[in-house]
């Protein structure tokens, strides 16, 4: 279904799905994830290694929780921007960093509203599949990177081992039901499923990370494949 909509489409629907999944988020995270999203998050952010001068861009940041780890990990960091675009995804975010010196913006991945080399670091966790143009999106992050900015993008991704990879598949096949039984929302689960299974593997989004003209791209499986950080270099 994804596969024929059109970009504009694409990117109302998914805004509706967060729109519906906001209040459950970071519950139904922990529940079809087994709470193992948790883990993914900290190695995500055990990657990287800042100082008080930097910048850092947290994109398509959700409820926050990319950030609070940073925050949590960087206690003093002050140069930290969230932004999403979706709003009550960012009213989560809001909650959950009340306290925090941060600045939070409404925009879409697609126009960011940065001038050019501003970042240090932009964060990318679990956004890229949702964006209704992936090609755009990456150049927009390449260009609100400085000369020898990194960025650090997590995603669903390729499972190596076969007999683990039929295992996943298989949870991917009921989790529309878990869905319609946890959250009472069976399309945003047949949703993630899809995108999931349309997203580039390992190598496809390596090569789209150099199509666009990333340097020095290192790819680190998390869980055999189930998800995996790409790092590129501007
Ligand atoms: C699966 S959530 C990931 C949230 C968080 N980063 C995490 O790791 O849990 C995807 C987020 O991408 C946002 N999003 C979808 N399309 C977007 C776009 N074109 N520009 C910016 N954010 C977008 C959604 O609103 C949602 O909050």
């Known amino acids: ?14 805004n509706k799905i967060f729109s519906n999944v906001s209040k459950s988020y970071d ?20 990657f990287i290694q800042l100082n008080e001068n930097q910048s850092v861009l947290d994109l398509a940041c959700g409820s926050g929780d990319i950030s609070e780890l940073l925050l949590k990990k960087y206690p003093y960091f002050e140069n930290l921007i969230l932004s999403d675009k979706n709003l009550l995804m960012l009213d989560l975010a809001k909650k959950r960093l009340k306290g925090y010196k941060t600045r939070i913006i409404c925009n879409s991945a697609e126009n960011l509203p940065f001038k050019s080399n501003y970042f240090d670091f932009v964060l990318l966790s679990f956004g890229l599949r949702n964006f209704s143009d992936m090609n755009k999106s990456l150049s927009e992050i390449k260009r609100v990177l400085k000369k020898n ?41 047949e949703y993630l499923v899809e995108s999931i299974k349309l997203f580039p593997n390992q190598i496809e989004l390596t090569k789209k990370f150099e199509y666009i003209g990333f340097r020095e791209i290192e790819c680190f499986d998390i869980f055999d494949g189930v998800a995996s950080i790409h790092i590129g270099k501007k």
Do not use: T
């Not at 279904?1 to 998914?14: D, I, Q, R, T």
């Not at 995270?29 to 055990?46: A, E, P, Q, T, V």
């Not at 993008?153 to 319609?180: A, H, I, T």
């Open 1 to 14: 279904m994804l596969e024929n909509l059109s970009k504009l489409e694409k990117s109302k629907y998914v």
């Open 27 to 46: 519950l139904m995270n922990d529940i079809m994830s087994f709470g193992s999203h948790r883990l993914w998050k900290k190695i995500f952010i055990d």
């Open 149 to 189: 900015g990194y960025f650090y993008c997590m995603e669903f991704s390729q499972v190596n081992k076969p007999n683990f990879r039929g295992l996943v598949n298989l949870y991917y096949d009921v989790l529309p039901k878990l869905g319609s039984i946890f959250a009472r929302n069976k399309d945003a689960y």
